[in-house]
């Protein structure tokens, strides 16, 4: 079984709101990933979590905070966004934190709409 | 520098044809190389993946992608297409030396017509 599963699958959100994201894997794997989609591109990476820990933060504004409660749960935490912030988002996992020679399995998505 | 190309933003093809998607990347290290497929309103569903060996894969849905590193190419390939086959297709690489992270092309939309 190869799910990562994601809820909420859609999401409407004022700009004072505060939310969450989850992302559950039961798959063993040791890796977890955030990414952002906008229509018509290619993900772009958020945060990597090793072994449960945060590895990658690529620059993302404090108004998204990753939280990764256990091996099998990522959440993204979500605060006083802005429109822009409109976006597909994606958890993914895989067996170890590196591509090398390992494979990275996505989620269906969280669409969120910030208004 | 390190890149993934897919010079094809957008491809239509008649169904039943064959079809063949373009990816070319750059890296110093050996690289890891995958295809996704996206669906409309869809997450990134994995076609195939090249590691190491026998130099043609196949994956999943027909596809098959063919990896030439003389050519530094990872091409996808499927020799009928169905209208199903319709999305977004993106090429993804890893290597050695991109430590936690692989990187994605810009991805190709594909239109089937009946």
């Known amino acids: 079984d190869t799910e990562v599963t994601q809820t909420p699958k859609h999401l409407v959100m004022g700009m004072t709101n505060k939310k969450s994201l989850k992302c559950e894997q039961h798959?063993?794997?040791?890796?977890m990933y955030w990414y952002k989609q906008k229509a018509k591109k290619p993900p772009e990476l958020m945060f990597v979590?090793?072994?449960?820990?945060?590895?990658i933060n690529e620059s993302v504004p404090s108004r998204f905070s990753p939280e990764c409660p256990n091996s099998s749960l990522l959440n993204l935490h979500l605060h006083a966004l802005q429109p822009e912030d409109s976006a597909l988002y994606l958890c993914?996992?895989?067996?170890?934190?590196?591509?090398?020679?390992?494979?990275?399995?996505f989620g269906e998505g969280s669409w969120l709409t910030v208004v | 520098a390190q890149s993934v190309t897919q010079p094809d933003i957008h491809i239509t093809v008649s169904e039943g044809a064959s079809l063949e998607l373009r990816c070319n990347y750059s890296y110093g290290a050996t690289p890891y190389l995958f295809w996704y497929v996206q669906s409309p309103g869809q997450g990134l569903q994995l076609l195939l993946k090249?590691?190491?060996?026998?130099?043609l894969v196949q994956g999943i849905k027909g596809f098959e992608a063919e990896f030439k590193r003389s050519q530094s190419s990872f091409n996808l390939r499927k020799p009928s297409v169905h209208w199903s086959d319709a999305a977004e297709y993106f090429c993804a690489v890893g290597a050695s030396n991109t430590g936690n992270q692989f990187y994605f092309g810009t991805g190709t939309s594909l239109t089937v017509i009946p």
């Open positions: 993914a996992s895989s067996q170890d934190p590196t591509p090398y020679g390992n494979t990275i399995y």
């Open positions: 090249y590691f190491s060996g026998d130099t």
């Open positions: 798959m063993g794997h040791r890796a």
């Open positions: 979590y090793s072994y449960e820990k945060l590895s």
